[in-house]
């Protein structure tokens, strides 16, 4: 190249030469090589696989490892077909027990009202024991570990029977629906059976664990049971919900209506309350009545029976007629209140459950024969 023309020319022939240059190092040295590279990519379907597709997630527990099959080039579809597609997404999976041992054993009885795998029973523990030795007249007694909530018509101004006045997590929401249904239940029930007599609940509380059948020489032991499991196992703290009303034949000439904790709220519970059984079984106190046996987890509302009430009623006290009355007074107030027993939200409890000061003795319990 000759720049004798002049200095300008000479330089601009040499930026031409420079710009050529640089578009043969574009195509030649990056474009052709990155077109032929996206050309295998597409051509080789495990390339592509490589680098562009994320490596599968590695499900430590297949239970909960999705099941739904792939459709390639189309629409999916989950693993349920038709309806059962709006029950896959919409409805909540009943609760899996992970130990059949632990899960409750009661029957259901559709349209009318519950009655327990061990019948007559009375504060949860049956009115006959398995358990005999050489005196059979002997006393026995119950012992229970429960959560107190206050007391319903003195709420907002009386202390309850240990809180020193502090009435803990309860909502007021709880109080409120609790005296409402209360009142209905009864109100209905007193116009329908004219015979029959209402026991109110003056203390609201859950039970996790009913002792029953105990010797006296046991239950200072198992008072000491109660009071260092509490102990070891604090702080408390864990959420619950209600969200049905129940109505449960407890004795010949008896019912009573009971707040049912939801099933996650059974689930923690029947956890706690495992803990409990299996460290009474290791001290060598056996445990009569499992709570697998007993009504679910609950708050008693109230009580109805013909009589005296005591179970040991005449013929023509026989509840059995009216079950059918009772449950159709109390479905209704079930389906009303749904989950929002406690206000929409799920209820709070981070206070100790409270151990039994004393054990109370069965007035009218008997040695069943073996």
Same mark, same amino acid.
């Given at each position: ?8 020319? #000479?330089?601009?022939?040499?930026? @031409? ?11 030649? $040295?990056?474009? @052709?090589?990155? @077109? ?7 051509? =080789? ?62 029957? *259901?009885?559709?349209?009318? #009202? ?9 504060? $949860?523990?049956?009115? !006959? ?5 050489? %005196? ?9 570990? =429960? ?5 319903? !018509? ?8 240990? =809180? !020193? ?23 209905? *029930?007193? *116009? ?12 609201? %509380? &859950?039970?996790?664990?009913? &002792?029953? #059948? ?9 008072? +000491? ?7 070891? =196992? ?11 009303? /129940? #109505? ?14 939801? /099933? ?6 029947? $956890?706690?309350?495992?803990?409990? %059984? +299996? ?8 445990? /009569? ?21 005591? $179970? ?38 981070? %206070? ?5 000061? !004393? ?12």
């Amino acid at each position: 190249m000759s720049c004798r023309t002049s200095l300008s020319v #000479c330089l601009f022939r040499i930026r @031409l030469l420079v710009m050529s240059n640089r578009r043969r190092i574009l195509i030649g $040295g990056i474009l @052709l090589p990155l @077109l032929l590279f996206l050309y295998l990519v597409r051509k =080789n379907d495990s390339i592509r696989t490589t680098f562009f597709k994320t490596a599968p997630i590695e499900w430590k527990d297949e239970r909960w490892m999705p099941r739904n099959q792939a459709y390639p080039q189309t629409c999916q579809q989950t693993v349920r077909k038709n309806d059962s597609i709006r029950t896959t997404f919409f409805k909540t999976a009943p609760i899996e027990w992970k130990d059949e041992r632990w899960m409750p054993r009661n029957q *259901a009885y559709p349209q009318t #009202c519950q009655q327990t795998a061990i019948f007559p029973f009375e504060i $949860g523990c049956p009115t !006959k024991c398995q358990r005999a030795r050489g %005196h059979s007249k002997e006393t026995r007694y119950q012992m229970s570990l =429960n959560w107190s909530f206050g007391q319903p !018509k003195h709420f907002d101004h009386l202390p309850t029977y240990y =809180n !020193k006045g502090k009435n803990y997590e309860c909502p007021q929401t709880l109080i409120d629906n609790f005296i409402n249904a209360s009142d209905t239940i009864a109100a209905q *029930a007193s *116009a329908r059976i004219p015979t029959i007599r209402v026991k109110r609940q003056q203390r609201l %509380h &859950m039970s996790l664990m009913y &002792m029953c #059948c105990l010797f006296q020489n046991e239950t200072d032991h198992a008072r +000491e049971i109660y009071y260092d499991w509490v102990v070891e =196992n604090r702080p408390f703290d864990f959420t619950a919900r209600f969200n049905k009303l /129940e #109505c449960w034949k407890e004795r010949t000439n008896s019912v009573t209506n009971i707040i049912v904790a939801d /099933e996650t709220t059974q689930v923690t519970m029947m $956890g706690l309350y495992r803990n409990l %059984h +299996e460290r009474f079984e290791r001290e060598g106190i056996p445990v /009569e009545v499992p709570r697998t046996d007993q009504m679910p987890f609950h708050i008693t509302l109230l009580g109805l029976h013909l009589g005296d009430g005591s $179970g040991n009623g005449t013929p023509e006290d026989d509840i059995d007629p009216y079950l059918g009355d009772i449950y159709s007074i109390v479905a209704p107030v079930s389906s009303r209140m749904g989950d929002q027993w406690a206000g929409p939200g799920r209820m709070h409890i981070t %206070h100790d459950p409270r151990p039994p000061v !004393k054990a109370a003795a069965h007035t009218n319990i008997k040695i069943r024969k073996k």
